[in-house]
């Protein structure tokens, strides 16, 4: 990443030697698991110029913006709603924590039997190496499980503003009233924030616009239904990653344009086993799952992840006639995510079975970090109901070092040849 941002970074109090070193190790891992590919879409250019600049380009936007008085947003789940801070003029993005940094650190907070995301979420903010917390004028933490929950004790303190964001752990008319009563508290916090009071036209046309995103990230998805899977696993996964950081008109046409290219290749005889993932969210840089998978004759057809589907799948509606309504359905539309930290989570079994079938799916792949008592939980009875259903099915628990890398990738080998 070119030098001139260096007095940007500096300003944004990175540590600038740690941050080489991570730029290093994410530009090395792009060469090697994406580059690489043979018959990449021409489209993915842009994609990779987005990495490219990831704390560059994209941090002097942000930059800019908060000159010209726009608020910016970090989050790390997709519970957070994007329409109501769009709505305020302000910024959402997605916070880093896909990569093994500070850890160390990260344990002086948080235990050591904590999953890598949160431990990353925190080792990013201790080593000054995310110049998206450091451009946050507001981190909202949400309480999902117990991990963030805790976790978020810790960051309120490490970052400029924080927001907590209280979740019901089940799914009944009480609890989406509740649900609806902590979205309207997050308006509040928005509106103090930025000094800007939500009204029914602003809300109405950011609901359109994350919706159009939403649509344009489903019309890939629907192309990987294809037999002939136009684009790798790890292409579609990193959009799926750069939809959380990305200026959303520009991604939203960005994805358009893919998906016209990609259409006039669903000639093209594609290889390998189609495979679809379900578990944890994959946050940018992670891709080591998805490259193993793809290097040992898979292909990574459809994602069940909040990198994925579960994350961009339900659209918010857009006929409520007044400011009220629309919140509600904002509510209502947020908990229709079907994360494993609810319980029960029947939906979520069946939005996989579902997937398996509507993509076509050789075999599933259950992902969890581990210490991710949710979905390490989940993905028990999830294994053996698919396993009842004659669906080929692997059960993997891994954290973001490199270390496991060599029993992964015989293990999924192994995996990807018994599929018939
Ligand atoms: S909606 S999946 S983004 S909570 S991996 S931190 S669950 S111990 S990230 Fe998530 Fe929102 Fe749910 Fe999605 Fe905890 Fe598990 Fe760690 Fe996790």
């Not at 750069?242 to 000639?267: A, M, P, S």
Request: with cysteine; net charge negative.
């Amino acid at each position: 990443m070119s030098y001139k941002y260096t007095e940007m970074w500096k300003k944004l109090n990175i540590n600038l030697e740690a941050h080489d070193q991570l730029i290093g190790i994410l530009s090395e891992g792009y060469q090697t698991n994406f580059l690489s590919q043979s018959n990449r879409p021409e489209g993915m250019k842009y994609f990779d110029f987005v990495v490219s600049e990831i704390h560059g380009l994209r941090i002097q936007e942000l930059v800019e913006a908060r000159k010209e008085g726009k608020k910016i947003i970090g989050s790390f789940c997709v519970y957070v709603p994007e329409e109501i801070i769009l709505a305020l003029d302000a910024i959402s993005i997605g916070l880093c924590s896909g990569a093994e940094l500070a850890f160390e650190e990260a344990e002086k907070y948080v235990p050591r039997n904590t999953c890598a995301l949160i431990k990353s979420a925190i080792g990013f903010n201790l080593a000054k190496v995310c110049p998206y917390i450091e451009v946050s004028d507001l981190v909202v933490g949400e309480n999902t499980c117990d991990g963030k929950k805790k976790a978020y004790e810790s960051i309120k303190d490490l970052v400029n503003d924080f927001h907590l964001m209280d979740l019901p752990q089940t799914k009944n008319s009480d609890s989406m009233k509740f649900f609806k009563t902590e979205i309207r508290r997050f308006i509040a916090k928005l509106e103090e924030l930025t000094g800007k009071k939500l009204t029914f036209e602003k809300l109405q046309a950011a609901i359109k616009k994350v919706n159009k995103k939403r649509q344009a990230v489903a019309r890939l998805n629907i192309l990987r239904r294809n037999p002939n899977c136009p684009i790798s696993g790890l292409d579609a996964l990193l959009i799926n990653q750069i939809y959380f950081n990305d200026d959303i008109d520009r991604f939203t046409g960005k994805v358009n344009e893919l998906c016209d290219e990609l259409e006039k290749k669903l000639e093209t005889k594609q290889s390998g086993k189609r495979i679809l993932v379900s578990g944890c969210p994959m946050a940018i840089p992670n891709w080591k799952l998805p490259a193993i998978v793809e290097q040992n004759g898979g292909h990574i057809i459809g994602e069940e992840l909040c990198t994925g589907e579960r994350g961009s799948f339900h659209l918010t509606a857009e006929d409520a006639d007044t400011l009220e309504a629309q919140i509600d359905q904002i509510a209502e539309r947020y908990m229709k995510i079907e994360c494993a930290v609810f319980t029960p989570n029947e939906d979520r079994l069946e939005r996989i079975k579902e997937m398996a079938k509507i993509y076509k799916a050789d075999g599933v792949l259950l992902y969890n970090l581990q210490f991710c008592q949710p979905y390490q939980h989940e993905s028990i009875s999830i294994e053996k109901e698919l396993e009842n259903l004659n669906i080929p099915v692997l059960n993997i628990d891994t954290d973001y070092s490199m270390e496991d890398s060599g029993q992964l990738s015989t293990r999924i080998e192994a995996f990807i040849e018994r599929l018939s």
